[in-house]
């Protein structure tokens, strides 16, 4: 009697370099802005009057949100594939910078930074280490030290880059730009090509 089973190894290879990549593009567009919030929010809060007070309450939104994204994470991948459920983060994400770029109240900037941007974000870098797990077992901890190896180099060159484009178009045009720049992580979403599942045929006597 032939019966065929579902066999779903991970390659540790192949396409998964390209899923380790896209894991990277998302991790890098969007979680690589947090160090440099004080530096682009400094004279919008100054100018709204917002103390430090505000300003950590505005960031421990952003996290909370973003932990909390994770307890939607899997009833999410159980209906959809983790490239769409990256890719709505990412816009998620994204949408949420842009209408920050004309935010003119605390309330505005926890709706559009910490509320839509931290979902979008959690949604995203949570569906890509999915990813990673399903295409990588023996070599995962390398595709993992690979995927957060471009955010650590990010994170050191960002500021600099927000510092230049505050210079040249102040706090709208610049946080305008970041957020076309951070689509890049929509592209990096596209990489996480689902596992396909191989049927084998075992034979019972």
């Given at each position: 009697?032939?019966?065929?089973?579902?066999n779903?190894?991970?390659p540790?290879?192949?396409?998964g370099?390209?899923?380790?990549?896209?894991?990277?593009?998302?991790?890098?567009?969007?979680r690589?802005?947090d160090?440099?919030?004080?530096?682009?929010?400094h004279?919008?809060?100054?100018?709204?009057?917002?103390?430090?007070t505000?300003?950590?309450?505005?960031?421990?939104?952003?996290?909370?949100?973003?932990?909390?994204?994770?307890?939607?994470?899997?009833?999410?991948?159980k209906?959809?594939?983790?490239?769409?459920?990256a890719?709505?983060?990412?816009?998620?994400s994204?949408?949420?910078?842009?209408?920050?770029?004309?935010?003119?109240?605390?309330?505005?900037?926890?709706?559009?930074?910490?509320?839509?941007?931290?979902?979008g974000?959690?949604l995203?870098?949570?569906?890509?280490?999915?990813?990673l797990n399903t295409?990588f077992?023996k070599?995962?901890?390398?595709?993992v030290?690979?995927?957060?190896?471009?955010t650590?180099l990010?994170?050191?060159?960002?500021?600099?880059f927000?510092?230049?484009?505050?210079?040249?178009?102040?706090?709208?045009?610049?946080?305008?730009?970041?957020?076309g720049?951070?689509?890049?992580?929509?592209v990096?979403?596209?990489?996480?090509?689902?596992l396909?599942?191989k049927?084998?045929?075992?034979?019972?006597?």
């Amino acid at each position: 009697m032939n019966t065929e089973v579902a066999n779903r190894k991970a390659p540790d290879g192949g396409w998964g370099w390209f899923v380790c990549l896209g894991s990277s593009l998302i991790t890098l567009s969007l979680r690589s802005l947090d160090p440099s919030f004080g530096l682009l929010f400094h004279d919008p809060l100054k100018e709204m009057k917002i103390d430090s007070t505000g300003a950590t309450v505005i960031m421990g939104i952003l996290d909370a949100i973003f932990n909390f994204s994770g307890l939607l994470v899997g009833p999410l991948l159980k209906k959809y594939s983790y490239r769409k459920v990256a890719f709505f983060g990412s816009l998620l994400s994204c949408t949420g910078l842009i209408l920050t770029s004309t935010a003119n109240s605390m309330i505005h900037i926890i709706c559009t930074y910490s509320i839509l941007g931290g979902l979008g974000t959690g949604l995203a870098t949570a569906s890509a280490f999915v990813a990673l797990n399903t295409f990588f077992d023996k070599k995962r901890g390398q595709a993992v030290g690979f995927s957060m190896a471009g955010t650590t180099l990010a994170m050191m060159v960002v500021p600099q880059f927000i510092h230049l484009l505050l210079e040249a178009y102040g706090f709208r045009g610049a946080t305008l730009i970041l957020g076309g720049s951070a689509l890049h992580s929509a592209v990096g979403a596209c990489l996480l090509r689902p596992l396909k599942v191989k049927r084998e045929k075992i034979t019972k006597m």
